[in-house]
């Protein structure tokens, strides 16, 4: 079964530093990936996904993250952080070891809230 | 596009009363929708996966016949919280995934819900 590990609850950065989220997946297929962003009392949003095309992956907000299949790895970044980058992020992957189940559930991790100091 | 709407946002009952949760896909067509609740700074635990016409799958642990989910048409899932209790209170989130092939999910803004 997949499994999503985010590597650090919480992550500081001051304001127009370099954002680095981790993400490691554990299956041996790579799969398809996501990164998702979460405000205070909001839903989920999707911030990018990964899906076999290119390894480097561009998303909203000015947000990337790579595919390492060496690394089973797939960390989200952006270069310069804002304020309103501060939120929680999730990682997540489809849950079943059947590539194609019909359910496509996803697996999250644990999450990293990201907080941005002036 | 994929956008997806929960209604109430935030909702406060007593206990014993039973609660109901809409969840619609505004602008495309959900061939299944997903469950959550996510306690405070935890990641999302998934209740119970639905698609249109059919039962709902529930995961381990969760109880079917307190959490009733109606899943009525391609753009309308229901969450009925019965007989609530405290503990239930929660945020729960919906989510709705679209064509087949694709793993996305689409998310509701949640629900904040709070038993007295």
């Known amino acids: 079964a997949q499994s999503v590990t985010q590597l650090g609850s919480h992550v500081s950065v001051s304001e127009g530093a370099l954002v680095l989220l981790r993400c490691n997946y554990s299956s041996s297929v790579p799969p398809y990936l996501f990164w998702y962003v979460q405000y205070p009392n909001q839903g989920l949003q999707l911030l990018l996904k990964y ?3 290119a390894t480097l992956v561009k998303g909203i907000n000015g947000f990337e993250a ?5 690394e089973t790895s797939f960390h989200l970044t952006k270069p310069s952080a804002h304020m ?13 070891g059947v590539y194609y189940s019909s359910a496509r559930q996803l697996t999250f991790g644990s999450g990293t809230q990201l907080t941005v100091l002036p | 596009g994929a956008v997806v709407s929960q209604h109430p946002s935030r909702v406060i009952c007593k206990s014993g ?3 109901k949760i809409e969840c619609r896909s505004l602008d495309f067509q959900a061939t299944t929708m997903f469950w959550y609740r996510q306690f405070p700074k935890q990641s999302l635990m998934l209740m119970a996966t639905s698609n249109e016409g059919s039962k709902a799958t529930y995961e381990q642990g969760v109880e ?22 405290p503990e239930d209170s929660s945020f729960y989130i919906c989510s709705a995934r679209g064509h087949r092939g694709r793993y996305e999910q689409y998310f509701g803004p949640g629900t904040r819900l709070t038993v007295t």
């Open chain 2, 17 to 19: 009363t039973s609660v």
């Open chain 2, 64 to 85: 079917k016949d307190k959490f009733l989910i109606n899943h009525a048409s391609l753009t309308l899932s229901t969450l009925t919280v019965t007989s609530a209790h």
């Open chain 1, 66 to 70: 790579e595919f390492k299949k060496s």
């Open chain 1, 51 to 53: 899906t076999s095309a």
């Open chain 1, 84 to 96: 309103s980058d501060a939120a929680e992020y999730f990682c997540a992957a489809p849950s079943s």
